[in-house]
């Protein structure tokens, strides 16, 4: 597909979010559970493909919360039509899962009522700038860095983490190249992580959760993958399963300002390649003058 894209409206959750559009007071609406709340949000993406073709997806998202239980439900229906809009192919694919929320992973704090403001001792601030023990920006001292072609601008290096998760294989940095500073932190499973019991939902998005205080966000409708937005240009990501070729389950942390930092060291890396080949390349013309 090229890169001409026209998106009408982003879903909720994601980090590329543009609009949202918020459906409200429709008949599901009505005949839910009383007491029950539903946040709905549509997207639709028209993409124009080399050939000419036209893609064109309209993706429905709802989530109901009912007492400690949460229902997200996704559907996507995505229509393919050629230069004279003759419609090639239709496809609709589906994602839902119900699991209870707030007895173990994270729970807001009761509203303030004190007259002053202020409700006891305040709870320490939440640490977003580190993962696996890694800090974001900190120095990783490493040596056996090497080249990832998925991500041009950072170095890649395997470490072991003060404390493992259960079920993990492999753990990874990325950092900047030049000064290696820590800009994201991997932890991959070969096998899918069990997730705990099968009734609710996976104990490692309660864990999340729990340790962030921020609540995870569904950013997929083909996997079950979730967002942590942490703040200040902070995520982690989680695929429970089908993450990629060689492992199952991914967590992954970033910030974006250390891939800010990585992306100038690299344009600083490329300039000087560029001034070393120029000088070289005029050097080589001034030796083969000089021997004609």
């Not at 039509?81 to 707030?102: C, M």
């Not at 403001?117 to 860095?145: I, Q, R, Y």
């Not at 993450?243 to 300002?257: C, K």
């Amino acid at each position: 597909m090229s890169e001409k894209k026209t998106i009408i409206a982003a879903s909720l959750g994601t980090a590329l979010v543009l609009s949202v559009v918020a459906v409200c007071g429709s008949a599901a609406d009505r005949n839910r559970p009383a007491g029950a709340t539903t946040a709905k949000t549509s997207e639709s993406v028209s993409v124009t493909n080399d050939n000419g073709s036209v893609t064109r997806s309209f993706t429905e998202s709802n989530v109901t919360t009912n007492g400690n239980m949460v229902t997200e439900r996704r559907r996507e229906t995505r229509t393919t039509t050629d230069t004279k809009g003759n419609v090639l192919e239709t496809a609709t694919s589906e994602y839902a899962q119900s699991y209870p929320v707030g007895d173990v992973g994270f729970v807001e704090e009761a509203p303030c009522e004190e007259s002053d403001g202020v409700c006891g001792d305040e709870a320490p601030a939440v640490a977003t700038d580190s993962f696996m023990g890694l800090k974001f920006g900190d120095v990783f001292e490493g040596t056996n860095f090497v080249r990832d072609a998925s991500e041009p601008t950072l170095l890649r290096a395997k470490f072991d983490p003060r404390k493992t998760l259960g079920g993990f294989d492999d753990y990874y940095v990325y950092v900047t190249p030049t000064t290696h500073r820590v800009a994201k932190v991997f932890a991959c499973a070969k096998e899918a992580v069990d997730p705990g019991n099968g009734w609710r939902r996976h104990y490692l998005l309660e864990a999340l959760e729990k340790r962030y205080s921020t609540w995870a966000r569904l950013c997929s409708w083909t996997l079950p993958r979730y967002d942590f937005d942490l703040g200040g240009g902070r995520h982690v990501v989680v695929t429970l399963a089908g993450a990629s070729p060689d492992y199952e389950t991914v967590i992954g942390a970033w910030d974006y300002e250390q891939l800010t930092v990585a992306a100038d060291e690299t344009e600083a890396i490329r300039a000087e390649a560029r001034k070393n080949a120029t000088e070289r390349r005029r050097r080589r013309v001034e030796e083969a003058a000089e021997a004609f």
